[in-house]
């Protein structure tokens, strides 16, 4: 809690009454005076256990009389509670209903630990024909997964899976095998256990991997698509050409080798989405080369 | 007068601009309840990098409440997308709404090298276009760079081309003040051929010994020509280039400007070169 609860409430009173022409401060009006009554009620019902009255109670406060302190009890008690996406609202509402708090610093703390902190995604397949054992795991462009890690199989259902660590937001995830391949999308939101599930035919070939994540980008070798998985290009440089939306990108290189590993290319941008149809060329794109290499 | 070409290194006024818009301001004490949250929506989306998203809820906060702040964010997330002209619009929405803001000089300021901005022009084929990558970009007969190229042309119109190993593709475009554009130059054919003859000038004549087109790309055996125009109505002074082996494409670059006092068409500004079409 952010400082000593019944002395908020009267502060709360106190912050908002004009001082009058005789020295002293005018009634409160009725928001200020009803603020004050559903914040006192708040920490009240959060002293003996009940949390979600006890939010229901800052909401009220701050709909009467948005003052700083309410978002900030409001965030606390989310992070308590492990409301992650709503700490994060109030947090960031307390920061800008103060500025220039002395305690920002340990608030955008705060934020950052929240926003960074990750949730555990099911990923997994029914496919009984994908060769798991020898399967690297991407997440938008980075390995998280090599050959050999350990996954969960249920006996009865053959299903098989892996716990992903993701943040909150949309995530490219890859599967290469050394037979097969498969590329999808997963959503991490508040609340729920996300999942994904995938599958793949049993043979993919090829020893180059292109996996995009952001939308509107498109890459062409010799004019076939290859903007979502793996392809069969000849040992040797590649050029690949790169549009977004409608806008020529400059052209990528890709190497593929001879020695039987992947060549695995992630593009994305750093520039967001866009609106409007702004900005009116390519956008700034990342390129994330790297050789996966499967055991003989 | 050739038209001169002011800077052909992307890194412009405008991406500067683009790198460092003014810092995003705060809802205050005035947003009520439920614009105040459509515009924290709005910055958690900008900070997501969701623009479309950013756009949808600052403008759903100014239909709740019209405040200065709010168009101050729009501004700002107008111009990180160069969208000038909107973003002038709202920064002067915002100088209306808060005319007392202690940053108003530096906003108006902001407004006027804006609108004072040089041209932007941005040069690239379609996505839809079967032509190679490494595409040479020429400007005015200049060569400007491999596409996609930004460049800062003077204001006025320009001719630009687009050649791959197995296409050319040209047309014109309007260079304007303050204005970013994209000008998409390629074509969904195959053109090969050796010779280009470039111009913003229209000219077709045959001078009996060889045809001659501009803007078309076509072959001729290697070897020196000199042509004076058409037989009809001979050029002031001779059009005079070589043909270079392959796989150099020869481009030549020439004006045709009516001399009324000579009563013949002069050929002017020729440039000759020889081009090697492939990755940089």
């Not at chain 1, 599958?199 to 939308?215: E, L």
């Not at chain 1, 080798?257 to 060549?263: C, F, L, N, Q, Y």
């Not at chain 2, 001779?238 to 481009?251: D, G, V």
Request: with cysteine; net charge neutral.
């Amino acid at each position: 809690m952010k400082v000593g609860r019944t002395a908020l409430a009267g502060l709360v009173l106190a912050w908002a009454a004009p001082v009058g022409a005789d020295g002293r401060k005018a009634a409160p009006d009725k928001f200020e005076k009803a603020a004050a009554a559903a914040f006192a009620q708040a920490i009240s019902a959060d002293d003996r256990g009940d949390r979600e009255a006890a939010y229901r109670f800052y909401e009220t406060a701050y709909q009467l009389v948005p003052a700083p302190e309410t978002a900030f009890n409001m965030g606390e008690l989310d992070e308590r509670s492990g409301n992650v996406g709503r700490a994060i609202e109030n947090y960031t509402r307390y920061l800008a209903l103060a500025p220039k708090g002395a305690d920002r610093k340990d608030v955008e703390a705060r934020l950052a630990r929240l926003r960074t902190g990750s949730v555990a995604v099911d990923v997994f397949t029914m496919s009984p024909t994908v060769d798991l054992a020898d399967a690297y795991v991407l997440v938008d462009g980075a390995v998280v997964l090599r050959p050999g890690a350990v996954r969960r199989t249920d006996p009865t259902t053959a299903r098989r899976s892996w716990d992903l660590p993701m943040t909150r937001g949309t995530h490219t995830v890859d599967i290469l095998t050394p037979l097969t391949a498969a590329h999808g999308t997963a959503e991490v939101t508040e609340g729920t256990r996300p999942t994904m599930q995938f599958t793949a035919p049993a043979r993919v070939d090829g020893a180059a991997f292109v996996s995009i994540g952001a939308d509107g980008l498109d890459l062409r070798w010799k004019n076939q698509a290859v903007s979502a998985g793996r392809f069969a290009a000849p040992p040797g440089k590649h050029r690949l050409k790169v549009d977004d939306a409608t806008f020529e990108c400059a052209p990528h290189t890709l190497e593929v080798r001879s020695d039987g590993s992947v060549t695995y290319l992630f593009v994305t941008t750093t520039e967001g989405t866009r609106y409007s149809g702004g900005p009116k060329r390519c956008r700034n794109l990342v390129f994330r080369e790297q050789r996966l290499v499967f055991k003989p | 007068m050739l038209r001169s070409i002011a800077c052909l290194v992307c890194l412009s006024w405008v991406g500067q601009v683009r790198a460092d818009p003014p810092p995003r301001k705060l809802p205050t004490a005035a947003y009520p309840a439920a614009a105040r949250a459509e515009f924290e929506e709005a910055m958690r989306s900008e900070d997501a990098g969701d623009n479309q998203r950013a756009y949808n809820s600052y403008n759903a906060s100014s239909e709740l409440s019209k405040q200065a702040n709010t168009a101050f964010n729009l501004g700002r997330l107008y111009l990180r997308q160069e969208l000038t002209e909107a973003a002038i619009v709202a920064f002067e929405d915002y100088l209306r709404i808060a005319n007392k803001a202690a940053d108003g000089p530096v906003v108006q300021k902001l407004i006027a090298d804006l609108k004072r901005m040089p041209p932007s022009v941005r040069i690239g084929g379609d996505a839809m276009s079967v032509d190679e990558p490494d595409a040479l970009i020429l400007v005015d007969g200049v060569v400007v760079g491999h596409s996609p190229v930004s460049i800062q042309p003077s204001v006025g119109t320009h001719h630009v081309e687009r050649i791959t190993r197995s296409t050319y593709a040209q047309s014109s475009f309007e260079a304007n003040v303050g204005a970013i554009s994209y000008e998409q130059v390629s074509v969904l054919e195959s053109q090969p051929g050796n010779f280009i003859l470039s111009s913003p000038d229209d000219q077709r004549w045959h001078d009996g010994k060889t045809g001659f087109q501009t803007n078309l790309r076509y072959d001729l055996p290697v070897g020196a020509y000199r042509s004076m125009g058409p037989p009809a109505a001979r050029f002031c002074n001779a059009l005079e280039f070589k043909i270079a082996p392959p796989p150099a494409i020869t481009h030549v670059y020439a004006r045709f400007v009516r001399d009324d006092t000579a009563k013949c068409t002069r050929v002017r500004d020729v440039r000759v070169q020889a081009l090697i079409v492939g990755p940089p």
